[in-house]
């Protein structure tokens, strides 16, 4: 089994003690691909100033990951060495492009350093209105010329975080594939952060994958989450969209240490996980969604 994460946020807590990798955010047992999450929120800070944390997150990122010597996932061929060899590998994200302009010189230099997902908003910026707006205003004018260089460019979109006008509009404007790396359900848990239905439907019609999250509130009303929760999810994600659509997105170290019962950072959350869906599934369908999923679509995409 390799395992495939499409969401990590652990490159915020990397400091000269603690590295990328640690007990709990990587597979003991399987090889594992992780996406890292650069996380660039706050549209009150000015956009000059997330571009810095940004050009930050990206430094560190490429310094672990020569440190670590894990596999860089920037195409195709890639993917297909780090499944084949079985070795760990990376490939780097940001969650909230604002500050970042579709015809910025430093998009440019983030996808020749790596960058292959981007998601347009955590919070409501100069390109989306998120999930969380109360307002929602879908998509501005700079963040449809944002979609179209991303799909030019050959970034894949990811539709986390946005509003549900912001997706449909997202959608309208490019014809490739996208994802929700982190994104649960709304009919199972009715968060504003979780799919509905119809985009869910939308999405993997096209090809895409939606993650798995493991934030509690987006998994049960209470905020207090089980491992019966995330079965409610597959289970739900299986029978309305097929065994094809669902992968991981566990959104680890950006959960503020919330994780659903049993799970905690001291020791591999995959490895649990993948236990917990094997109690329920066959080897097959949990191969698919903990790995096979997510590296059909990319395979296809990148």
Known sequence: MYIVDMHCDSIGTVTAERGLINQYNFSREHPQLQFVA???????????????????????????????????????????FAVEMERRATLFSIEGGGGLFADSEELGVLYRAGLRVLGLAWDSNELAASAWDSCDTGLTDEGIAMVRRCSEMGIILDVSHLSDRSTYELLENTAYPVVATHSNFREVCPSPRNLTL???????????????????????ESRRATGEDII?????????????????????????????DGLDEKCSIHDRVVELLLGRYSSSVVEKIAGQNAINFFKANL
């Open 38 to 80: 650069a996380f660039v929120p706050r549209a009150d800070m000015p956009p000059e100033a997330r571009r810095r944390r940004l050009l930050h997150y990206l430094d560190v990122y490429i310094a672990e990951r020569e440190r670590l010597k894990l596999v860089s996932i920037e195409g195709c061929h890639d993917l297909s």
């Open 198 to 220: 119809d985009l869910a439907k939308i999405i993997t019609a096209r090809g895409g994958v939606i993650g798995l999250n493991l934030y509690p509130g987006f998994l049960s």
């Open 232 to 260: 409610r999810q597959v289970d739900y994600a299986l029978d309305k969209l097929g065994e094809d659509s669902l992968a991981f997105g566990f959104d680890i170290d950006g959960t503020d240490g919330a994780y659903p």
